[in-house]
């Protein structure tokens, strides 16, 4: 895992290759990338807010007790990784007009990895100020796109002139669901206490 990680961020077109060779099945992919990469942004988030919590501008800071956060954290996990699922359907869904249609396995795989630099972009959480985090997350989704706009042509098969295309359409769709998931979260975080 650790390995993919390093190649995604410092030579992603070979790793790409490296992935697409080893043939990843969706459980080995979860078990041994997803479910480890998802609990960067979740554990560093639960430390950020009991412990410093967030940050605003006029310097108050809005903590969770301790319960609330535990679960507030597991439904953001759940999210992730739900959201990951989501856009590996909505990438087979999307290639579904070319010859060289991808499997669905293939689909998930490539999302899976994809995502590995918005869960990285979660370190930031442990001291949790808005501006940060969003700097952080601006980043996270800008390398996700570019590891999207090299990888779908390489990984996924799909000819360059329209992967970029297919890429572009499926990076704003993967925003629309990054905004799903962080409004939701956001649901979650105001409301919590409530809720849990």
């Known amino acids: 895992m650790v390995n993919h990680v390093w190649g995604l961020l410092a030579h992603p077109r070979t790793e790409f290759k490296n992935i697409q060779s080893e043939n990843e099945s969706i459980s080995h992919l979860y078990t041994h990338h997803v479910l480890l ?14 412990r410093l919590g967030w940050l605003s501008g006029s ?66 959480a442990l001291y949790p100020v808005l501006w940060l985090c969003l700097l952080a997350g601006i980043i996270g989704l800008s390398y996700s796109a570019y590891l999207l706009y090299i990888g779908i042509p390489n990984f996924l098969g799909i000819d360059r002139k329209e992967g970029f295309i297919f890429s572009s359409s499926t990076l704003a769709m993967g925003v629309l669901l990054l905004e799903l998931l962080l409004g939701l979260t956001v649901v979650l975080w105001g409301y919590g206490s409530w809720f849990f």
């Open 37 to 50: 990469m998802a609990l960067i942004p979740v554990v560093c988030t639960y430390i950020g807010t009991t």
């Open 59 to 124: 310097g108050d800071a809005i903590r969770l007790d301790m319960v609330t956060a535990f679960y507030t954290a597991i439904a953001f996990y759940l999210l992730m990784l739900a959201g990951v699922a989501v856009m590996g359907k909505v990438i087979h869904w999307m290639a579904r007009r070319y010859e060289t249609r991808p499997s669905l396995h293939r689909c998930m795989v490539f999302a899976g990895y994809v995502a590995t630099p918005m869960f990285l972009s979660g370190v930031v």
